[in-house]
């Protein structure tokens, strides 16, 4: 409002100089006086008034240049106004854009502008609350002192009438707030000043009007019972908030409070109306309402607004429903990494544009929930069809690339969408639902809408309270190991164990490794708990060498995840747990995945290589799955091979698949022309063990042999086997 006078010379006929600071202070308090005091309600001379301003002035002048913005020292100056009886809403206006134009000019001392213009509106905004503080302060203390006069005098006003007359004129003409005074059938007897001030009127037409004829749309439901209430002799006063339509069309906002006047037998004789204008209160608290509850990129509603619609939406009536779309840019970040926030904010608001402009029905509405997150939502009987129509008008606005910095951008979404009645789910379950969804469309390609299934929901919500509980479960024990034992298919003797974790959960039980080792990985949990199988594994192995002497298992073999691999402890681990387990090198196999090693350089290999060299055998696990170039065997420090299970499926039938026998019996030679041992998985009959064992495989391990099981049941098959 008063960025024009920076740029000209200003209103008030001064222009700034290169004067020191406290005479550009002083003459920011000149203007600021010339604009307030034709205004303001004061006996002192302009100079005079001046003078008082000169301190609000230097208060604001350091909070706009104080290392830590206090919007007390605004309110503080806004209250200040009202003591010196600047208590027309006229001088706050004037106030506010003495203050919007001039401050910064003559106060900013060369500081950055835009930094110190947005401490300049915060500091209006603090003044306006400041006044609005103070005056009503103000007006309830006078609002008591003219309620209190008015009560002594309703005794008293039939006899006594010529004693308390000069009294009540000077508080009631002298009064800030509006009074009014009518009989009992709605004819205005008599206003003060202030009311006529307010109501832009003469008392001449006020006093043509009914107070009956004064309504307003906006009247809250029983404003006008407590006013026949009233008027009856039934109450004694009311209290509403009410507005009025001034002459000229617009709106008055007031505070309203209505008291009976009885005459001296205590009969009801008048009404008494007192009124305090809150019209520009009741603007600031919209305005402010408006940010609180809106995006301040896009204008949007935001998810505190957003919320309050889907609880309204959600407690609807029966046959009610509802639909929600939730949407997520693909690939938004690689816009803000490339071409800088800036334009990842344009993008943003484009398309903010372009979704709001597919939800015009009554009862549909888009907001930003915050970054590039958006949601649809839609209301109404028929909202299976018209969530469904929703998110295709939402992929079609999005077709269209959009320029931003001469650049055409191609804006891709992934939405998640939620139907249903209302009353049955909360909001944060839509939401909960609905984001599920989203992230399954996204991970099915991106560029889609999927429907909420409640069985991939419960999931979802079952994977991310294992993720939750994992950090926590380790450290309370629930993590134990069951052994599977590795037999010589030449002797059948048993020639190690492969280690297997599992994961005891309190509610869904025991837990295989397909469950949570995925998840550790992604948390890098991982780490730890490899770091804890590894060491209690060894420790096994060892007891059992102690107990049994050689009927043991010979080795103990256990598995290495993609993330252990690259973890740069893994060496120091292994070699700490050994030395203090006692264990020799040899005793222990570390089994590597064949994807993992799919493509590795030397800096990957190098600990493999490291753990080798000292004497850890490592084992290629999955053999054949991979699609692993053969020639890379050369390179890599293994020396077992594990074939996977696929390879033994064919084999449970007699005669076995001739293409897979070639297969094994290729591999096994290759793999023993490079000095490997060859272990195979998944064994589960004697024809497949036997047929195995013609090929050339070394070791075997499955269920023919044995289940994981405990420590103690391995024990039992190793002393078997030793006795014979």
């Given at each position: 409002m008063g960025l024009l006078r920076v740029r000209r010379r200003g209103a008030y006929g001064v222009r700034a100089g290169p004067d020191g600071p406290e005479d550009r202070l002083r003459r920011f308090a000149t203007i600021w006086s010339r604009a307030v005091f034709p205004v303001t309600s004061t006996s002192s001379t302009r100079p005079e008034f001046e003078d008082q301003l000169l301190p609000l002035a230097r208060r604001l002048s350091e909070a706009l240049r104080a290392r830590t913005f206090d919007a007390n020292e605004g309110r503080a100056v806004g209250a200040a106004l009202v003591a010196?009886?600047?208590?027309?809403?006229?001088?706050?206006?004037?106030?506010?854009?003495?203050?919007?134009?001039?401050?910064?000019?003559?106060?900013?001392?060369?500081?950055?502008?835009?930094n110190l213009r947005a401490r300049s509106a915060r500091l209006q905004h603090a003044m306006a609350a400041g006044f609005a503080q103070a005056l009503r302060?103000?007006?309830?203390?006078?609002?008591?002192?003219?309620?209190?006069?008015?009560?002594?005098?309703?005794?008293?006003?039939?006899?006594?009438?010529?004693?308390?007359?000069?009294?009540?004129?000077?508080?009631?003409?002298?009064?800030?707030?509006?009074?009014?005074?009518?009989?009992?059938?709605?004819?205005i007897i008599q206003v003060n000043g202030a009311l006529l001030r307010m109501f832009g009127s003469s008392e001449k037409a006020l006093r043509t009007r009914n107070v009956q004829e004064w309504t307003h749309p906006e009247d809250a439901p029983q404003t006008w019972k407590l006013y026949d209430e009233l008027v009856r002799g039934e109450r004694e006063h009311y209290h509403v908030e009410k507005a009025f339509y001034r002459p000229d069309g617009t709106v008055l906002w007031t505070n309203l409070t209505v008291s009976l006047l009885r005459d001296a037998d205590g009969?009801?004789?008048?009404?008494?109306?007192?009124?305090?204008?809150?019209?520009?209160?009741?603007?600031?608290?919209?305005?402010?309402?408006?940010?609180?509850?809106?995006?301040?990129?896009?204008?949007?509603?935001?998810?505190?607004?957003?919320?309050?619609?889907?609880?309204?939406?959600?407690?609807?009536?029966?046959?009610?429903?509802?639909?929600?779309?939730?949407?997520?840019?693909?690939?938004?970040?690689?816009?803000?990494?490339?071409?800088?926030?800036?334009?990842?904010?344009?993008?943003?608001?484009?398309v903010a544009d372009r979704l709001q402009s597919c939800a015009t029905a009554p009862g549909e509405m888009v907001a930003r929930l915050g970054g590039d997150e958006f949601v649809a939502l839609t209301t109404g009987p028929d909202t299976e069809r018209e969530v469904d129509e929703l998110a295709a008008r939402i992929m079609n606005v999005?077709?269209?690339?959009?320029?931003?910095?001469?650049?055409?951008?191609?804006?891709?979404?992934?939405?998640?969408?939620?139907?249903?009645?209302?009353?049955?789910?909360?909001?944060?379950?839509?939401?909960?639902?609905?984001?599920?969804?989203?992230?399954?469309?996204?991970?099915?390609?991106?560029?889609?809408?999927?429907?909420?299934?409640?069985?991939?929901?419960?999931?979802?919500?079952?994977?991310?309270?294992?993720?939750?509980?994992?950090?926590?479960?380790?450290?309370?024990?629930?993590?134990?190991?069951?052994?599977?034992?590795?037999?010589?298919?030449?002797?059948?003797?048993?020639?190690g164990a492969e280690a297997?974790?599992?994961?005891?959960?309190?509610?869904?039980?025991?837990?295989?490794?397909?469950?949570?080792?995925?998840?550790?990985?992604?948390?890098?949990?991982?780490?730890?708990?490899?770091?804890?199988?590894?060491?209690?594994?060894?420790?096994?192995?060892?007891?059992?060498?102690?107990?049994?002497?050689?009927?043991?298992?010979?080795?103990?073999?256990?598995?290495?995840?993609?993330?252990?691999?690259?973890?740069?402890?893994?060496?120091?681990?292994?070699?700490?747990?050994?030395?203090?387990?006692?264990?020799?090198?040899?005793?222990?196999?570390?089994?590597?995945?064949?994807?993992?090693l799919i493509g590795a350089d030397d800096d990957l290999l190098k600990p493999l290589r490291r753990l080798a060299e000292m004497g850890v055998d490592i084992a290629l696990d999955d053999f054949g799955t991979g699609y692993s170039n053969l020639a890379n065997l050369r390179r890599l420090p293994v020396s077992i091979l594990k074939l996977d299970r696929?390879?033994?499926?064919?084999?449970?039938?007699?005669?076995?698949?001739?293409?897979?026998?070639?297969?094994?019996?290729?591999?096994?030679?290759?793999?023993?022309?490079?000095?490997?041992?060859?272990?195979v998985e998944g064994v589960e009959t004697g024809a497949q063990a036997e047929q195995l064992r013609i090929l050339g495989c070394d070791t075997a391990q499955g269920w023919y042999y044995a289940r994981p099981g405990p420590p103690e049941r391995l024990h039992e098959l190793a002393l078997v086997d030793a006795t014979g």
């Open positions: 010196a009886h600047c208590t027309d809403p006229e001088a706050l206006s004037r106030s506010l854009d003495c203050v919007d134009a001039y401050l910064v000019l003559y106060c900013g001392d060369g500081g950055d502008q835009e302060a103000r007006t309830l203390a006078e609002q008591e002192a003219i309620s209190a006069a008015a009560l002594k005098a309703q005794g008293v006003v039939a006899q006594a009438l010529h004693a308390t007359e000069a009294r009540f004129r000077a508080v009631f003409e002298g009064a800030a707030i509006g009074i009014g005074i009518a009989d009992l059938d709605g004819n009969e009801p004789q008048y009404q008494l109306a007192l009124m305090e204008d809150t019209t520009e209160r009741r603007l600031l608290n919209l305005r402010l309402r408006y940010e609180a509850t809106h995006d301040a990129l896009t204008g949007l509603p935001n998810r505190t607004f957003f919320f309050e619609r889907l609880e309204k939406a959600l407690g609807a009536g029966e046959g009610q429903r509802f639909g929600l779309c939730y949407l997520d840019l693909d690939g938004f970040k690689t816009v803000n990494d490339s071409l800088g926030h800036a334009a990842g904010d344009r993008l943003l608001v484009e999005l077709v269209a690339p959009i320029s931003v910095d001469g650049r055409e951008l191609t804006v891709r979404g992934s939405i998640g969408i939620v139907e249903g009645p209302a009353g049955e789910r909360g909001p944060a379950e839509v939401l909960r639902s609905a984001d599920i969804t989203m992230y399954r469309a996204k991970s099915a390609g991106g560029n889609r809408f999927e429907l909420a299934d409640p069985e991939a929901d419960a999931r979802a919500i079952t994977r991310h309270g294992l993720t939750t509980a994992l950090p926590t479960a380790l450290d309370r024990g629930e993590f134990f190991i069951e052994y599977q034992p590795l037999v010589h298919l030449g002797d059948g003797s048993v020639r297997l974790v599992r994961w005891l959960h309190p509610q869904h039980g025991v837990l295989g490794p397909d469950r949570f080792i995925p998840l550790a990985e992604h948390t890098g949990l991982i780490v730890p708990l490899g770091r804890w199988v590894l060491e209690q594994s060894v420790r096994q192995a060892r007891e059992w060498r102690e107990r049994y002497d050689d009927a043991g298992p010979f080795r103990i073999n256990v598995n290495l995840s993609p993330c252990q691999l690259t973890h740069p402890g893994l060496v120091q681990d292994t070699v700490d747990i050994l030395e203090r387990t006692g264990m020799a090198p040899d005793a222990l196999c570390l089994e590597v995945t064949e994807s993992a696929s390879f033994t499926q064919s084999m449970q039938q007699f005669p076995a698949d001739p293409v897979d026998l070639k297969i094994v019996e290729g591999i096994v030679s290759l793999a023993h022309g490079l000095d490997l041992s060859v272990t």
